[in-house]
């Protein structure tokens, strides 16, 4: 409900998820979009929810897993696999879905194959999938909940279970990956943009749970049971993250630290009485009646809209900045994600005209509008020229978009400091090396010549030949011909 609403609001002719670089999912969460068709097949049993667990001691799990199975290979298919060609791939969205081990230990499974460099000492270890593995088996194994379904068994793999034992809210595992991805950026996790999705959860307080008068509910077995499932569902509590980045980003602000920091959005929804059981589809009308209700007038849900729409949008410097007059002189152009002549670009254009939409540097607004030759190149990409002064390098400025009506949304990356655009954009580096270091001569180089000889050349330009009957196309035509004579002679000059 929350993409469905989420990808209304952008107004994009694509899937909202196009527009995230990262996706990360968990246990049952992983499959939300399909829990629906999936729970019809794979609940074929119902059982007492206490009752279930004493079934569960001796066999392991209440629900037949054949069911399960052939839900998941029915929607995944059966020989689909996670490095396969998909619409992921194609838009470079790096997905990842946790699972857990028997010991239990975080499972990452990837569709990039375990890139990056994780040797981070401050982090909890995990393991990350280095090979391939087919996508039912990998959604089969994150949603192996203990009682519920028997761990699955990957061969060369070994045995996985629930993604929630170790993870329930992937925030931290997602950022921890970004961070591997680039080692280099160390403000890259921070100022992403990051969304998270719940799939609900209980009141605060829940009065029936305090002094049952049921004494077999009282039992040590089934306290042990609901100990069990409250701390997997409070284990990371989204809302609690929430509202620890809402404390950080007020207390920089009052100590007057800027630093580059992307907004948090958490959606969940509270239901009105106890938490429905994982295995009672029946409910899911109620669910999706109350994320509805949740997503009809939500603030944060138009703002997440805005805040995507700026994110296609990025800065990009000219040239290395000179200080000149005690200031670095500036120049850089703003691009968008989307290029000319498709039918994002046309439609994300036509939407920023219609909303009135004005980027602004430091709070002032740049002239302009989206579609007038201010903003677009001789190909019709969007590509608007910004020029302004620092102190220093260092210097934080940033770049907002702002709809009529809104309050502004940074682009992406905003606030930069020139030190970090040079940095990204590799510019001064040596050329023919990723980390711009000059090669060093070896020993062995020692009597030859400092520098290699230049060879003669001859630079030429050739003119496309019109089909015109104009006297413009006969000109052109003589000229390339006088052209390809020239250079004929001087290749005969050369042999003799």
């Not at 060609?85 to 028997?102: L, N, Q």
């Not at 793999?157 to 595992?173: A, I, S, V």
């Not at 980045?245 to 207390?251: I, K, P, S, T, V």
């Not at 059981?277 to 009809?296: G, I, N, T, V, Y």
Request: aromatic share 10%.
């Amino acid at each position: 409900m929350v993409l469905q609403a989420l990808e209304e609001l952008v107004g994009l002719p694509y899937p909202v998820q196009g527009n995230f670089d990262f996706i990360f999912g968990t246990s049952a969460g992983d499959c939300i979009a399909l829990y629906e068709r999936v729970a019809k097949k794979a609940f074929g049993l119902h059982l007492v929810s206490y009752l279930a667990v004493l079934v569960s001691l001796f066999t392991d799990g209440i629900y037949p897993t054949q069911n399960l199975d052939a839900a998941l290979q029915e929607i995944f298919g059966s020989n689909e696999r996670i490095l396969d060609c998909s619409s992921a791939t194609a838009t470079g969205t790096k997905i990842g879905v946790v699972a857990s081990t028997m010991k239990p230990e975080p499972f990452l499974f990837t569709n990039y194959n375990g890139l990056g460099d994780r040797e981070d000492k401050k982090f909890e270890k995990y393991g990350v999938l280095l090979g391939d593995a087919l996508v039912w088996e990998i959604a089969r194994s994150t949603s192996a909940a203990p009682g519920f379904f028997t761990p699955k068994k990957i061969a060369g793999l070994g045995k996985f279970q629930d993604g929630g034992l170790t993870h329930n809210n992937p925030y931290k595992l997602a950022l921890k990956e970004i961070k591997a991805m680039f080692p280099h950026d160390p403000s890259a996790k921070r100022s992403a943009l990051k969304v998270s999705l719940g799939t609900g959860k209980a009141p605060d307080y829940e009065p029936e749970l305090h002094g049952s008068n049921s004494w077999w509910r009282d039992m040590w077995l089934f306290r042990l049971a609901r100990a069990l499932w409250s701390a997997i569902d409070r284990h990371e509590n989204g809302d609690a993250t929430r509202r620890m980045e809402a404390r950080n980003q007020e207390d920089e602000h009052k100590a007057g630290k800027r630093r580059r920091r992307g907004e948090y959005f958490r959606f969940n929804v509270e239901f009105h009485g106890r938490q429905p059981r994982l295995d009672d589809s029946s409910k899911m009308p109620e669910m999706k009646s109350l994320a509805h209700e949740a997503m009809l007038h939500s603030k944060q849900l138009n703002r997440l809209a805005h805040c995507i729409t700026a994110e296609l949008f990025v800065f990009q410097l000219e040239s290395i900045p000179r200080k000149e007059n005690g200031k670095y002189s500036c120049t850089g152009y703003i691009l968008c994600r989307h290029r000319a002549g498709t039918l994002e670009l046309e439609v994300l254009l036509e939407n920023l005209v219609k909303s009135s939409a004005k980027f602004l540097l430091r709070g002032r607004t740049l002239p302009g509008s989206a579609r007038d030759r201010s903003s677009l190149d001789r190909d019709g990409n969007f590509r608007k020229r910004v020029c302004f002064d620092v102190d220093s390098k260092e210097d934080f400025f940033s770049l907002h978009l702002r709809e009529k009506g809104l309050e502004s949304c940074n682009i992406s990356g905003s606030p930069f400091s020139v030190n970090w655009l040079v940095q990204q954009q590799r510019l001064g580096r040596a050329f023919g090396r990723p980390d711009g270091v000059k090669r060093k001569r070896k020993d062995s180089d020692e009597g030859l010549p400092k520098k290699r000889q230049r060879q003669s050349y001859i630079s030429l330009k050739f003119f496309p030949i019109t089909h015109s009957r104009h006297e413009h196309g006969t000109f052109v035509k003589r000229l390339n011909s006088w052209v390809m004579s020239r250079y004929y002679s001087y290749l005969h000059s050369l042999r003799q």
